[in-house]
C-alpha cells in the first residue's frame, strides 16, 4: 500500500483481525498435538497464551463473540510443513496487524507480537532449509502448495465493501510481501509466485 487506509475501513479491519486471531489460535492449539521438537512446544504454549488474549481484546473492541470450535483443524504432522503453514499465516496475520496499527496506534502491542511470531517460525524455516536434503525439499514444497491457496485466502479476508477502492491494491501488496518472505528466507525461487519482480526488490527489507 502506497496510502494508509481511511477510518472507514476501521471496523473491516477489526473484523477480519478478530477472525484471523480466531484461526491462529485453533491452528496453533492443533500444532502442539503435532510431532514439533521441544523448543517449538514451549512457543507455541506460549503463543496460544497470547493468541488467546487477542481474541478477548478483539471481542470487547467489538462486542461480539468469535465462532466456537467443537473440533481442531487438522495441521500437517511433519514439522518441515507444518512449519511453512504457520509460518505463512503468521507473516498474513502480520500485514494485516500493519493495517490495523495505521488505523489504531493504540493497537501496536499486538502488532509488537505478531513480529515476534513471525520471527520465531522464520528462524525455524531457514533452520530446516539449511539442513539441506528431503527436509528442505519438503518445505520448498509446502511453500508452493501453500501459496498456491493463498489468493483465495486473500480474498476472503478483504472481501468487505467499504475495502473495494482499496481491494486489488492490497491483494497485490499483501501477495507481493509474502512472495518476498519466501523468497528471502529460500522457500521460494525467483521464477515462482506473482509478482516476483517486486518480490524481489522488497526481499532485501526482510
Known amino acids: 500500500m502506497t496510502h494508509p487506509l481511511p477510518f472507514s475501513c476501521e471496523r473491516a479491519i477489526l473484523e477480519q483481525f478478530l477472525k484471523a486471531e480466531a484461526m491462529a489460535l485453533w491452528a496453533v492449539r ?4 503435532q510431532d514439533v521438537p ?3 512446544l514451549q512457543f ?5 497464551e497470547e493468541e488467546a488474549q487477542h481474541l478477548k481484546q ?3 473492541l467489538l462486542g461480539v463473540s468469535s465462532h466456537g470450535k467443537t473440533a481442531l483443524p487438522r495441521m500437517p504432522s511433519q514439522w518441515r510443513i507444518l512449519v511453512v503453514h504457520l509460518y505463512g ?3 498474513l496475520g502480520l ?3 500493519r493495517l490495523l496499527v495505521s488505523l ?8 509488537e507480537d505478531e513480529e515476534v511470531h513471525v520471527r520465531f517460525f522464520e528462524h525455524e524455516a531457514r533452520a530446516i532449509l539449511a539442513q539441506g536434503g528431503p527436509a528442505a525439499d519438503g518445505a520448498r514444497q509446502a511453500a508452493r502448495a501453500w501459496r ?7 480474498d476472503r479476508y478483504l472481501h468487505d465493501e467499504s475495502l473495494v477502492p482499496f481491494r486489488g491494491e492490497l491483494r497485490q501488496h499483501i501477495l507481493n510481501v509474502i512472495d518476498a518472505r519466501f523468497l528471502a528466507v529460500g522457500l521460494m525461487a525467483r521464477t515462482e509466485g506473482e509478482g516476483m519482480s517486486y518480490a524481489a526488490a522488497e526481499a532485501r527489507r526482510f
Open 30 to 33: 492443533s500444532a502442539q498435538a
Open 58 to 60: 478483539f471481542e470487547l
Open 89 to 91: 499465516y503468521e507473516a
Open 104 to 111: 489504531r496506534p493504540d493497537l501496536t502491542s499486538i502488532l
Open 38 to 40: 521441544p523448543a517449538v
Open 95 to 97: 500485514e494485516f496487524a
Open 148 to 154: 498456491r491457496r493463498l489468493p483465495r485466502t486473500v
Open 44 to 48: 507455541l504454549r506460549r503463543h496460544e
